[in-house]
């Protein structure tokens, strides 16, 4: 097997499992092949993450800022150098080209780690004066936090989660999804070399049963959950029963909206980087692309001819542009919102076929609103075109979505391009540009898309508690 780890699970600074817990094969979604073998981790599994987790906490939490923030910013450094390998087992464990995860993946996680090494030590607390009394608030870390990951960037969402947690002074359990185990354990490994005290961080195994079972624990003090919604109202039901903390990144169904003046060039580039990079399994894709009447067809038939120059192909190949689905589920799923929208009436462009694992980049035209490809997440290579006459009516209809994770508008005009952002109803939006998303900005949902936010400073918000401390100067008096 191409990946084997030397365990399953990551528990206080060492591999572990239980040899006789089930077992659970990890493909190549390239070519089917087992890649290592996953065992699921069993309740005394849990217990001792836990343990090693709060007994971590209080060393970690107790060390100067500064101290925790050097930690990270040398496993920053350590993802860097193991850039390569890193991102040719997050190819294996996902099926994504490699051209991809080599500057996406474990790069975006070393950003993470170093931006929240870097301000660990600017986490302060306020001085209010009262007259001669006056408080003074403490950002005190949560305890022990469970983050809980999707398939489509493993490691980069273990590092949006672990950098601003451990950052703040809290420890982690992660558990990976089950479809994609390995890279989190590498982030593991490389924490405890950065310095890390064992049981700071760490990784146990298994899908839904595994994460229900930390969130319910009572030592788990908040969950952060990357996910669908169907899972994230189970996880915020859970949390919920505990008044623990969360953080949720849900599912989306953005708008990419092409206003008449656009630089169509680049708003073709757009929308494809909007729908089909990671064969369009990214949660804040804009695949429905409202394009203005007049210059509709001319995008259309740009889109189109581009389309047909992506390479499908082994993800290792450096050639290769769109690898195959995660999984034959997903997959399938795919091909059944393919297949509604052929039958609710949408033309199909370009795409709509399937070999083996990949489904080819698909664009569909004279999508409605009500249509099932236009409401629900798909969740793969799927865009939809709609066509717009007036501003006020694409906003209306961008905004007519239970999702709200992230929009996108491309226009010469600069007040128009900020009079519709200010409307939008989205945690990210982008002009000019799409799905960019550096650690420097913040980044989460409206609506169903979630709660919370990652990355930038505001994901501390989500990782501390303030502590207010009123100090006397003088005599306390009472009525009797
Ligand atoms: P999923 O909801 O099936 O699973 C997500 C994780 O939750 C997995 O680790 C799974 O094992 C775990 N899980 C399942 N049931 C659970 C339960 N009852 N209690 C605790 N944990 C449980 O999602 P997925 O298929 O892995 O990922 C795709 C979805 O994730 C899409 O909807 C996508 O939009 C979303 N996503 C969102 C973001 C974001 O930042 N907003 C990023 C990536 C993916």
Redesign the pocket.
């Known amino acids: 097997m191409r990946a084997q780890p030397p365990a399953s699970h990551f528990i206080d600074g060492t591999y572990r499992h239980d040899d006789t817990a089930p077992a659970r094969p990890d493909l190549y979604p390239y070519d089917g092949s087992v890649i290592a073998e996953i065992r699921e981790a069993t309740e005394a599994e849990i217990d001792a993450a836990f343990e090693a987790a709060v007994a971590a906490q209080k060393i970690w939490g107790a060390m100067a800022p500064v101290e925790r923030g050097r930690v990270l910013r040398r496993a920053a450094d350590l993802l860097r150098e193991r850039n390569a390998a890193l991102s040719e087992l997050e190819t294996l464990d996902t099926g994504k080209p490699i051209q991809e995860t080599l500057v996406a993946d474990a790069a975006s996680g070393a950003d993470a780690l170093e931006f929240f090494g870097g301000i660990a030590a600017t986490l302060n607390g306020e001085m209010i004066p009262l007259g001669e009394d006056w408080v003074y608030t403490r950002r005190e870390p949560l305890g022990v936090c469970v983050g ?6 493993p490691i980069q ?1 273990a590092c949006w989660k672990a950098a601003p947690a451990l950052a703040a002074g809290n420890a982690m359990i992660f ?5 994609t185990p390995l890279s989190a354990l590498k982030l593991a490994e490389i924490l405890i070399e950065a310095g890390a005290p064992p049981g700071v961080f760490n990784v146990v195994q298994g ?2 049963r595994v ?2 079972a930390l ?1 319910s624990d009572p030592r788990c003090a908040k969950v952060s ?7 994230g109202r ?2 915020y039901a ?1 949390a919920a029963e505990g008044i623990r903390h969360v953080t949720m ?4 169904k953005s708008p990419l909206i092409v206003f008449e003046d656009a630089d169509i060039e680049n708003a073709v580039s757009a929308a494809i980087n909007a729908n089909f990079y990671s064969s369009g399994q990214i ?1 804040s894709n804009g695949t429905r692309v409202y394009v203005h009447k007049s210059i509709h067809d001319a995008f259309a038939e740009r889109l189109v001819a581009r389309v047909a120059n992506a390479r499908l192909g082994d993800p290792l190949d450096p050639e290769t542009t769109i690898g195959p689905m995660v999984s034959e589920t997903q997959r399938d799923k795919v091909l059944a919102m393919i297949e509604k929208g052929k039958s609710e009436g949408a033309a199909l462009l370009c795409g709509g076929t399937s070999e083996g694992p990949f489904v080819a980049p698909t664009v569909f035209a004279g999508v409605t609103d009500g249509m099932s490809i236009a409401r629900d ?1 798909i ?1 793969g290579p799927v865009l939809s075109l709609f066509s717009f006459e007036d501003e006020d009516e694409v906003v209306n209809r961008a905004n007519n979505t239970d999702f709200g ?1 992230a929009a996108g508008l491309f226009t010469r005009d600069l007040t128009r391009a900020h009079r519709v952002v200010a409307r939008l109803q989205a945690g990210t939006c982008w002009i000019n540009t799409y799905n960019l998303t550096p650690v420097e900005s913040p ?1 989460g ?1 409206n609506k169903l ?2 709660v919370g936010r990652e990355n930038a400073r505001a994901a501390l918000d989500h990782y501390t508690q303030t502590k207010s401390v009123y100090v006397c100067m003088g005599d306390t008096e009472a009525p009797f």
């Open positions: 809980i990951g999707a398939w489509n960037y969402i558990k990976p999804s089950e479809e899908a839904g994460g229900a969130v959950l990357t996910g669908s919604v169907p899972t189970k996880v859970a990144e849900l599912g989306g949660c997440e969740f994770l980044f949902g898309s979630g």
